[in-house]
């Protein structure tokens, strides 16, 4: 019967799956789920990583010409690097999709032998498993996130884990630090995951039975299980790689965390829809925070704590089999209840505790924590089907009626999502990019994607737009030109500031440029409608630029490197033909383009420091103590836009990250008029080779008048120095022009001789 169990299941699961997803087993090889965003850079670092890396620990696809390694790069090493070693790389596309399918069979045999050790007949673990694979909110994963979807990961650590308390073999320790080593080379999430439960169960088990005797015992398959793999991922990853300024605290983890509601109700299910539009006010979650455990874990649950109320846990637990599996289910519920209150952000969220997150070590780079709730979705669901056959179990038509609702649940949820594989033109024999006669991609060093993306640094979050990113990504699988543009996970600070300099307005020679290892240009690919989105952001680079190709409203550009130098010298010699001409007016020795017009100038050479922009000094403050830049008149009188400027020092972790806020008031009576915040990374206009900035926000004055306040605050950075320098406040449309000994300077712009070198 236990092996006619398994057939059963392995055969009901399989045609699920082929019902589920059908098209996947005819288009499986030349179509993707998802051919935007974030699921397509997903196929772009698999397939890149396959095709045109030499080696099988640095991904090249992106961040040219630094690249990043396979974890962070989002490559799904493991199963990347086994299709490159056995040269099947032809069927690569295909056998990224069906991983994701066999890991919903592979789930649904866990849970199945967990149900089983635990003595539950073979068609109650049989319905429970296919019902807990398909309601895994791992599922919805497959949309974008394709290393994620793997719901087998946590059931086989709990089925190692029963195997390991049933008996404390140090094999089975050693099977979980496999387990470890494998899944997080699929996704490095899995990692923390796989380890916070491991140390949970093993923690509360030590606890429960105060096992002190059993101490050395327990450390040594502890780090079989957990330290082991965690040794080898620390040389793995750190071995060679020279970046040591990736972000320290990641933006993310106050803001994709778990809450209550996410696992108690779900938008995908007909019920709660219907609850939702016609009864209660239900709150729509992201992403990381739904987590649905489904009516039956909630049923169970309520029996769980009925129980527990009454001191008759034991009534609801597997009594019939030995006292080790039933401190298997108390130890596993124990832990994955610890666990989900970190996914909640406890004690982090606790108004006056969030500074705590600061002395977390490497749990800080975390940031998704709500998926750490994954654990609890699968330890309530174990335990909520087997206490409902411990009541229920001698009644198969009342068995059966959770069960249906499970399985009814399962398939609303998993059937909701839109997992079809789109086509992709270029995907096409003839169609493809290296069918184009037009263009010799060998001639090229990278691809620029412009509108530019730039994501992963914690620094800058300049997102993905439009079909630029679906087109070159394909150019760049299919040719092997890496890319310019990076969207990646934690990438070095450094790098990002030069990346994105060399898309900005033209002002000091891009330091990228030296790390270049050729001279070849560069391959520019264009979006003209979401271009148009930027305004004149990109323009420039169009000037010295080469049309090679165009298709409707995409359009590839050849880019020299020599244009970066020429746009610099034009703009230098523009502001140098206004300064000459008889359109400026003359004040004060600026130069300026309304002889009425005011402005604000601050040099700050008054106040000493270390490390100014220009001049003998600059501005200093603390960053968590609120710091003005600014305090005084507005440069007019009239309601309109000014330009606030200012250079900042941002070649440090979080600086770009800081708080700026302009408050207008009324100078008799200092009440705020009003106020604009924002951050310094979304006002950032020019960058320099040297880690300053130049800050350039509008703010519209909506009553004259007012007196003008600019602070700038940063809590996450403690004592650390703020660095301003080079305040300027003008009226929109105002150019504000000077000489300079060696230069000229226009609206807070500092060109030199060096600038034309």
């Known amino acids: 019967m236990y092996v006619l169990s398994l057939v059963i299941l392995v055969a009901l699961t399989s045609a699920a799956v082929l019902w589920r997803f059908p098209d996947y087993f005819e288009y499986g090889n030349s179509r993707v789920i998802e051919p935007w965003g974030d699921g397509y850079q997903a196929y772009h670092a698999y397939l890149y990583h396959i095709k045109n890396d030499t080696t099988y620990s640095h991904y090249a696809g992106m961040n040219y010409p630094f690249g990043d390694h396979v974890i962070p790069g989002n490559c799904q090493p493991l199963l990347s690097n086994a299709v490159k070693f056995l040269g099947l790389e032809h069927y690569a596309l295909g056998i990224m999709h069906f991983s994701m399918l066999v890991s919903i069979l592979l789930a649904a045999v866990f849970l199945w032998l967990i149900f089983m050790r635990l003595g539950l007949p073979?068609?109650?673990?049989?319905?429970?498993?296919?019902?807990?694979?398909?309601?895994?909110?791992?599922?919805?994963?497959?949309?974008?996130?394709?290393?994620?979807?793997?719901?087998?990961?946590?059931?086989?650590?709990?089925?190692?884990?029963?195997?390991?308390?049933?008996?404390?073999?140090?094999?089975?320790?050693?099977?979980?630090?496999?387990?470890?080593?494998?899944?997080?080379q699929i996704h490095f999430y899995f990692f923390a995951i796989m380890?916070?439960?491991?140390?949970?169960?093993?923690?509360?088990?030590?606890?429960?039975?105060?096992?002190?005797?059993?101490?050395?015992?327990?450390?040594?398959?502890?780090?079989?299980?957990?330290?082991?793999?965690?040794?080898?991922?620390?040389?793995?990853?750190?071995?060679?790689?020279?970046?040591?300024?990736r972000s320290g605290l990641p933006w993310g983890f106050f803001n994709y965390r778990a809450y209550p509601g996410g696992l108690l109700y779900s938008p995908f299910e007909p019920h709660w829809k219907w609850l939702g539009e016609h009864m209660l006010k239900l709150r729509h979650f992201d992403f990381e925070a739904r987590n649905y455990i489904g009516l039956t874990a909630i049923a169970g649950l309520v029996l769980l704590v009925v129980a527990l109320a009454k001191r008759r846990f034991d009534t609801v637990m597997p009594a019939e089999q030995p006292v080790d599996r039933r401190q298997w289910m108390i130890y596993t519920l124990v832990a994955s209840a610890a666990i989900l209150i970190f996914a909640f952000g406890v004690p982090f969220i606790i108004p006056g505790l969030e500074g705590l997150l600061n002395h977390t070590g490497p749990i800080r780079q975390f940031r998704s924590i709500g998926r750490f709730a994954w654990v609890f979705y699968y330890a309530v669901n174990i335990a909520a089907i087997t206490a409902i056959y411990r009541v229920w179990g001698k009644k198969p038509l009342m068995m059966a009626l959770p069960l249906a609702v499970l399985l009814f649940e399962a398939h609303a949820f998993a059937w909701d999502k839109d997992l079809r594989l789109d086509p992709i033109e270029e995907y096409e024999p003839g169609k493809r990019f290296t069918d184009l006669k037009e263009v010799n991609f060998a001639a090229y060093q990278s691809i620029l994607p412009i509108p530019y993306f730039n994501l992963g640094s914690d620094q800058f979050w300049w997102d993905i737009s439009g079909l630029v990113a679906q087109k070159s990504e394909t150019i760049s699988i299919q040719t092997g030109l890496p890319l310019s543009g990076s969207h990646l996970t934690r990438t070095s600070r450094s790098q990002t500031l030069k990346q994105l300099q060399l898309v900005t307005e033209p002002y000091r020679l891009p330091a990228i440029l030296s790390d270049f290892p050729n001279k070849k240009p560069l391959l520019m690919a264009w979006d003209t409608i979401r271009h148009a989105d930027f305004g004149q952001d990109f323009r420039h680079l169009l000037d010295g630029a080469?049309?090679?190709?165009?298709?409707?409203e995409f359009r590839l550009y050849e880019l020299p490197l020599e244009s970066f130098q020429e746009r610099i010298n034009r703009k230098i010699a523009s502001i140098q033909s206004s300064m000459s001409g008889d359109a400026l007016s003359a004040r004060d020795g600026w130069l300026l383009s309304d002889s009425t017009a005011r402005f604000v100038y601050r040099s700050f050479?008054?106040?000493?420091?270390?490390?100014?922009?220009?001049?003998?000094?600059?501005?200093?403050?603390?960053?968590?103590?609120?710091?003005?830049?600014?305090?005084?008149?507005?440069?007019?009188?009239?309601?309109?836009?000014?330009?606030?400027?200012?250079w900042m020092y941002i070649d440090g972790d979080l600086n770009t990250r800081s708080d700026m806020e302009i408050q207008l008031y009324n100078p008799t009576s200092g009440e705020v008029r009003q106020s604009a915040r924002s951050q310094v990374k979304d006002k950032v206009k020019v960058f320099d080779t040297n880690g300053w900035a130049l800050i350039e926000w509008p703010v519209r004055a909506e009553q004259p008048g007012s007196a003008i306040r600019w602070t700038f605050l940063n809590k996450d950075l403690g004592k650390n120095e703020l660095l301003l320098d080079e305040l300027l406040i003008r009226p929109a449309g105002l150019d504000v022009y000077k000489q300079l000994e060696k230069g000229v300077w226009w609206n807070d712009r500092y060109y030199t001789v060096d600038s034309r070198r």
């Not at 190692?160 to 320790?173: F, G, K, Q, S, T």
């Not at 965690?230 to 020279?242: E, H, I, L, R």
């Not at 007019?636 to 000014?642: F, H, I, P, R």
């Open 122 to 184: 073979g068609w109650v673990s049989v319905a429970a498993a296919i019902g807990i694979a398909f309601l895994s909110p791992q599922i919805h994963r497959m949309s974008t996130h394709y290393g994620l979807a793997h719901p087998e990961v946590v059931p086989v650590v709990f089925y190692l884990l029963l195997r390991w308390e049933e008996r404390e073999d140090w094999r089975w320790a050693l099977g979980l630090g496999l387990s470890i080593f494998i899944f997080a």
């Open 195 to 245: 380890a916070f439960t491991i140390t949970g169960y093993m923690g509360i088990r030590w606890l429960w039975r105060r096992d002190w005797k059993r101490l050395l015992r327990y450390a040594l398959h502890y780090g079989l299980a957990v330290l082991l793999p965690f040794v080898f991922f620390s040389w793995w990853m750190n071995a060679g790689d020279p970046v040591n300024d």
């Open 546 to 552: 080469l049309l090679l190709y165009e298709k409707k």
């Open 605 to 646: 050479d008054d106040k000493p420091s270390d490390h100014p922009y220009s001049g003998a000094g600059g501005f200093k403050g603390i960053m968590n103590e609120l710091s003005t830049l600014y305090d005084g008149p507005l440069p007019g009188d009239s309601a309109q836009a000014y330009v606030f400027s200012a």
